[in-house]
């Protein structure tokens, strides 16, 4: 039988199981870590024990309402049920046969229940496709994949030619999700323009933004979709070999890729002769050790030979002269992920989506001082405020908003002034952010945004690969200064002197990693100088979060002296007699940790 | 001429013309535009590292490494920008920042690659302080000392060790601002496959690699008045030794080299030139013996100690292949202490036996047990380097380049031509072969030179006939040369009968304690060319060409040895090799 009739034949099959009623459990990291395996196992028993066999519970990828994981959800009705432990597995069971629900499990909103998952706010106002799959299918079984079209891409792209190929990705506008944004198609054509007898596609999975995990999540949830991908762009540049470079760190999405490649060995999708046609492709996984540089384009090439994941000095780019010194492209996870919808679904389906620069839709980690934590994927240009409060329920505690870092460690903060920009490539980087991989974090009042900076100089300084001096010792200098103002040590002219620091390793590093490691510190000195002024000059922490300008006060005055407070310090640092006086706080041993003030009856202790 | 494509480009407003594929930094220096550097070295270090030699390039955003980035034409660089020299200077304070600052007591005072930045960029005041790198001694070895409070991660020494050597004995360690050069799992250098060359530390612009020293006790026993205190000086290093006296490169200083040892309070200056001599007897005889049974073959010269320890670590197989002749040094310092110390009967033990070498690697040879003679005692007590002996006598008020000739003394000072040329790759196989078919069949030759194993080409080969029959012969020069000469002996693919295998490139006139030639100035001259050239000049003005010719020699052999090879030739003159085992990490 010819492979395309042997995946007609599964697809009829599967996508019957798929219109069934399922129980859909998510086995992602997060949920995983919440016991979500065992609840899947609990309700698969249940099953059992009541032998009911036309339904079945299946593991699935990231939903990316992780905050309320573990999540079920129940199709055809697609019920939603939220933090699910595995004790409710025979609650649940009995309910779906009753066709009722188990509404303590359900989300509310607005105090009323919501019962199926597309109805949440969450998820109304995303539109997934990279995340497509995610949630839909088993990705363990290739056979779900097949269901939802899967492998149609590439047999389509095998009746066209590599040059139509890349015209339509290169027409559907596409950019690449892993940070710069260059554009797919033309990085395709480079590499298709350069004579070699052999070249290279490798797939970076080493996603390492601190709060990221986009990727994470398309390779535990839908891996095939990747696989595929780096299939069709094989045969636009003429390759016939990929790699796709993960973090070790991530062992659920290195089990899926390995479980992936090995059925799509099997089925005959890789391997040679595809579809009966001339294009020969295979597909090895190489894991990272988790570090942070090895995401730079050729560092992570070195990685892969076997070297020491250090970047190399470009020219000559990748596309002439790559890994093992042959013509390679290198695409992330998410960028891959779009490329077989763009292909059944045509380049202007895919145009019209996003604003005139940025195509498309991106996955945001949304993170931080945010009610709903998660994933989650909008169209191109909508604003950070929709972001927020719309889609991310806005600042728990009735916290004010104060700003996001978008990019990671390589990105800048956005201040409330910018709360309605348009989330495009363009405009963040406009207002001295950029897109990056897609960490969202979201801060509120409290949050100091000196300390801000200085956390994101941690994470360089200690994933700096060491190699040129900008980098390797001007952020720690960078670092040091910061680290002092935070501690009350700020000197006049420490300002000046990170900001000459900054521009002079953004204009004389190696890498990407970094030319963009000051970023942190300069957004923060455009929309916040007056906080680090404060440091510097007055010894006072703003927001009340460097340990060493802040004090934690009693006011004497209102102290009803119920010694509360001091029966919960951590230090005993709070020192009096009920009613014989107010209480007061012992400075010298005080660790501002804050539990007086969350512990007060009277609400009379106040950091200053 | 090259038919590769000319481009033409401006740097600084000055147009140059270089063949396609050259980078900016070339085409610069091809004007006299010294752009600086630190960690480039042509061919070996081309990475990008430092920042240093960053220019701007109209058009292109940031700006780029010219030492890896290739000049384009019609294109416009500029290196004396304001705003660039700015970024060089602060990244020159940032290295300076994380640098052991303690140049008034280093041993690369005033010739430091940094301090000459530091100068030329007007590095009045330190702009930034902070946490020093960990500072991690590493005095393991006998031959080099690693200092990480100095290094400034450059990675020549990586690269040199890597790619020139084949050896990667060091690499970085950690990342960020703990990375640090270093051998693999922290074993430290004597433990690691280090073979002592040096190399790495002639490549060092600063002072984190240096040779380990020994002055101090050669110091007080050239004030101990019961000690006889004798020298010896290799090939090489009347090649050198005028450049660390303001003497052009490639001048010949044998002679006032002499002088100034005597100055400084030996008793007796020898000639290890000699030793070279009787290594030829010696070696060639065991050649013919191994040609004649058809065994050990080819046969490798013997006379580099960073070859031998480089065999020892990574071709222990190959052992049997190697000379048991020892090496020139070595054989002149046995002699020292046996024939010369009979002769004017001295009890050797009150001998102090020096070795005057171009060479890193020395130092540990004279430490090997299967070099001991009757006794316990070594045959050579101390090694200095080129580098070590001109800081001595500057110490001394000597200044070799102003001194008279003089002689070296007698019974083991005179030397032929053959001797001389063991200084520089190839030497030593041409010495054999003047002296193989006059040890065959005393027939003297009419053309002692043999040019094609002289010159910088990393493997050299030719042809020979000994008694009508054609060998095949090899010379290689930097270790990475000779795996690939010694692998094919391995898979039993070689078809050479001799090889010569010389440690460093271009031989010992290259060698680890040699003076340091600034990259800049290598790029301009061929530094290796000029001193081989000296080498070859001191052949040729040389009275006698050949080793067996050599008076001294005959004398010694008739008075002393009997026969080359004979019983008691081989009891002092030829040795043994070992295995020696590399990463070995003792519980604690």
């Given amino acids: ?608 | 001429m090259s038919n590769k494509k000319m481009i033409t480009l401006t740097i600084d407003s000055k147009p140059v013309t270089v063949e396609e594929g050259t980078t900016i930094l070339e085409a610069a220096r091809k004007i006299n535009i010294d752009i600086p550097t630190l960690c480039f070295l042509k061919d070996i270090n081309e990475v990008g590292n430092c920042r240093m030699c960053l220019v701007e390039i109209e058009g292109v955003k940031g700006y780029k490494a010219s030492c890896v980035y290739p000049a384009e034409d019609g294109m416009v660089v500029r290196t004396n920008t304001k705003d660039l020299i700015d970024t060089k200077r602060t990244i020159l304070q940032l290295i300076l920042s994380a640098h052991e600052k303690k140049c008034l007591t280093c041993v690369r005072n005033t010739n430091c690659r940094l301090q000459d930045l530091a100068k030329k960029f007007q590095i009045d005041e330190l702009e930034f302080e902070g946490e020093l790198p960990k500072a991690d001694l590493d005095d393991s070895s006998e031959c080099i000392v690693r200092n990480t409070a100095k290094c400034i991660l450059c990675k020549r020494c990586v690269n040199v060790c890597k790619h020139v050597q084949g050896v990667a004995a060091i690499s970085t360690i950690n990342r960020g601002f703990k990375s640090k050069i270093g051998p693999a799992l922290d074993v430290g250098m004597r433990n690691s496959t280090c073979v002592g060359c040096g190399q790495c530390v002639i490549h060092c612009p600063v002072g984190a690699l240096t040779e380990k020293s020994n002055v101090k006790e050669l110091k007080e026993m050239l004030n101990n008045k019961d000690k006889v205190v004798i020298i010896q000086t290799a090939p090489a290093v009347r090649a050198t030794i005028g450049e660390e006296f303001g003497m052009p490169i490639g001048t010949l200083a044998t002679n006032k080299m002499v002088t100034a040892l005597k100055a400084l309070g030996f008793d007796k200056v020898f000639d290890t030139d000699l030793g070279a001599d009787v290594t030829i007897m010696e070696e060639a005889t065991e050649f013919i013996d191994r040609l004649k049974n058809n065994r050990n073959l080819p046969m490798i010269t013997s006379c580099s100690s960073g070859w031998i320890t480089f065999a020892e670590k990574f071709y222990p197989e190959l052992l049997n292949h190697l000379s048991s002749t020892k090496s020139p040094m070595e054989i002149l310092g046995t002699l020292i202490k046996t024939y010369y110390a009979k002769t004017q009967g001295i009890d050797p033990k009150n001998i102090y036996s020096v070795a005057l070498m171009p060479c890193s690697a020395k130092k540990a040879e004279i430490i090997r047990d299967e070099l001991k003679l009757e006794g316990n005692i070594q045959a050579v007590d101390n090694v200095v380097t080129t580098r070590e002996m001109a800081r001595l006598l500057k110490e001394a008020n000597i200044d070799l380049s102003l001194l008279d000739e003089s002689e070296f003394d007698n019974p083991l000072g005179l030397a032929t031509g053959a001797g001389h040329i063991f200084g520089t790759t190839g030497g030593v196989m041409e010495a054999v072969l003047r002296s193989v078919s006059y040890l065959l069949d005393k027939t003297e030759l009419k053309n002692v030179e043999f040019k094609a194993v002289r010159g910088t080409k990393g493997i050299k080969e030719a042809k020979i006939e000994i008694q009508g029959k054609t060998h095949y012969i090899a010379v290689s020069q930097g270790l990475a040369n000779a795996s690939k000469i010694l692998d094919d002996i391995k898979n039993n693919k070689s078809k050479y009968s001799f090889i010569e295998i010389m440690t460093c490139p271009g031989g010992c006139i290259n060698g680890g304690g040699q003076p340091l030639v600034s990259d800049f100035k290598a790029s301009k001259i061929d530094y290796k060319d000029l001193r081989a050239k000296a080498l070859y000049k001191a052949d040729k003005n040389s009275k006698y060409r050949c080793s067996h010719q050599n008076p001294q020699v005959k004398e010694l052999y008739e008075k002393f040895l009997g026969k080359p090879n004979s019983k008691k030739a081989h009891e002092l003159l030829h040795t043994h090799y070992n295995k020696q085992d590399t990463y070995v990490i003792e519980d604690k």
């Fill in chain 1, 1 to 608: 039988m010819k492979l395309i009739d042997k995946l007609d034949e599964i697809k009829k099959e599967y996508s019957k199981k798929l219109q069934k009623s399922r129980i859909m459990v998510c086995c992602g990291t997060g949920c995983t870590s919440s016991k979500s395996d065992l609840l899947l196992k609990n309700i698969q028993d249940e099953l059992k024990k009541l032998d009911i066999k036309n339904v079945t519970a299946e593991k699935t990828g990231c939903f990316g309402f992780c905050a309320k994981g573990p999540i079920v959800v129940i199709d055809p009705k697609e019920t939603f049920y939220e933090q699910v432990s595995p004790d409710d597995a025979k609650e649940i069971v009995e309910a779906f046969l009753k066709g009722t629900e188990v509404e303590r499990l359900l989300p509310k909103e607005k105090d009323e229940y919501v019962k199926k998952w597309h109805e949440l706010n969450f998820y109304n106002k995303q539109s997934r496709i990279a995340l497509q799959n995610c949630g839909k299918i088993n990705p363990e079984k290739i056979e779900e994949y097949i269901a939802v079209d899967g492998y149609l891409a590439i047999y389509k792209v095998l009746q066209m030619t590599p040059d139509e190929v890349i015209k339509q990705i290169t027409d559907s506008g596409l950019r690449g999700r892993g940070g710069a944004g260059f554009p797919t198609g033309k990085k395709w054509l480079f590499a298709k323009n350069s004579k070699s007898d052999k070249k290279y596609v490798c797939c970076n999975a080493d996603e390492g933004d601190p709060g990221a995990f986009m990727d994470r999540s398309i390779l535990e949830g839908d891996p095939h979709s990747v696989i595929e991908a780096m299939m069709i762009a094989g045969y636009a540049i003429g390759s016939n070999q990929g790699y796709i470079y993960v973090r070790a760190e991530y062992p659920i999405a290195v089990k899926r890729l390995s479980i992936a490649i090995e059925q799509a060995k099997k089925l005959g999708l890789l391997g040679k002769k595809i579809f009966d046609t001339d294009f020969s492709f295979n597909l090895e996984l190489r894991l990272g050790a988790g570090a942070f540089v090895c995401g730079e384009e050729t560092a992570l090439m070195n990685s892969i030979e076997g070297k020491r994941g250090e970047p190399r000095p470009r020219p000559p780019f990748p596309a002439v002269k790559g890994l093992f010194e042959k013509p390679t492209i290198l695409n992330n996870v998410e960028t891959y992920a779009n490329v077989p919808k763009i292909i059944l679904k045509g380049a202007d389906w895919f145009n019209k989506i996003g604003t005139k620069t940025s195509k498309g839709t991106k996955v945001f980690a949304l993170g931080g001082n945010i009610t709903n934590v998660g994933l989650v994927e909008v169209p191109m240009g909508v604003t950070l405020k929709e972001i927020v409060e719309d889609i991310g329920g806005g600042i728990p505690k009735g916290k004010r908003f104060k700003a996001a870092q978008t990019g990671g460690p390589s990105g800048g903060c956005i201040p409330k002034e910018h709360f309605d920009t348009p989330i495009d490539y363009e405009s963040l980087q406009s207002i001295g952010s950029m897109m990056g991989s897609g960490g969202l974090i979201v801060m509120d009042e409290d949050k100091c945004m000196v300390n801000l900076a200085k956390f994101f100089l941690e994470f360089t300084v200690d994933e700096s690969c060491g190699k040129c001096p900008p980098c390797r010792i001007g952020t720690k200098r960078m670092l040091e200064i910061l680290t002092r103002i935070t501690e009350g040590k700020g000197k006049d002219g420490d300002i000046e002197k990170l900001e000459n620091l900054a521009q002079n390793i953004k204009n004389a590093s190696l890498c990407g990693l970094g030319q963009t490691a000051p970023n942190p510190v300069l957004s923060t000195l455009k929309y916040f100088r007056d906080e680090y002024e404060a440091h510097i000059y007055e010894k006072r922490c703003p927001a009340g979060e460097c340990k060493s300008l802040t004090q934690v006060k009693i006011d004497p005055e209102k102290c009803k002296q119920c010694g509360v407070c001091a029966r919960n310090c951590p230090v005993s640092a709070i020192e009096g007699e009920v009613r014989k006086g107010p209480f007061k706080i012992n400075q010298d041993k005080c660790i501002k940790c804050g539990v007086c003030i969350t512990k007060c009856p009277f609400k009379v202790i106040s950091k200053v």
